[in-house]
């Protein structure tokens, strides 16, 4: 199966996933952080660099879980950046 390429949203998306990862995980270990969330550290590693911009919904909500993040702050924190959003209806 072929993926289609990422768009440089989600590229960008996916490095500001990684930095805030990167930063709620502070001085503690891939390792341990890895092993709270259920996944392998080298998928934390490429969660973290921007090498899988896009991980599975399941996988951002258990490491949500393990680095005591919101889901909602993680969307509004990744999120696109406000002068480029798109308004809600309403």
């Known amino acids: 199966m072929v993926r289609t390429p990422l ?3 989600e590229r960008l998306r996916g490095e500001r ?3 805030l990862l990167r930063e709620a995980r502070g001085a503690r270990s891939m390792v341990e952080i890895a092993a709270s ?5 080298e998928t934390l590693r490429k969660i973290e ?9 399941f996988t951002v909500a258990a490491l949500a879980g393990a680095l005591g993040l919101s889901m909602d702050d993680l969307l509004i ?7 480029t959003a798109v308004p809600l209806a309403g």
């Open 7 to 9: 768009t440089p949203k």
């Open 17 to 19: 996933l990684g930095s």
């Open 37 to 41: 969330a259920g996944i392998s550290a």
């Open 49 to 57: 660099t921007g090498r899988a911009p896009t991980p599975a919904f």
């Open 77 to 83: 924190r990744c999120a696109e950046e406000p002068d």
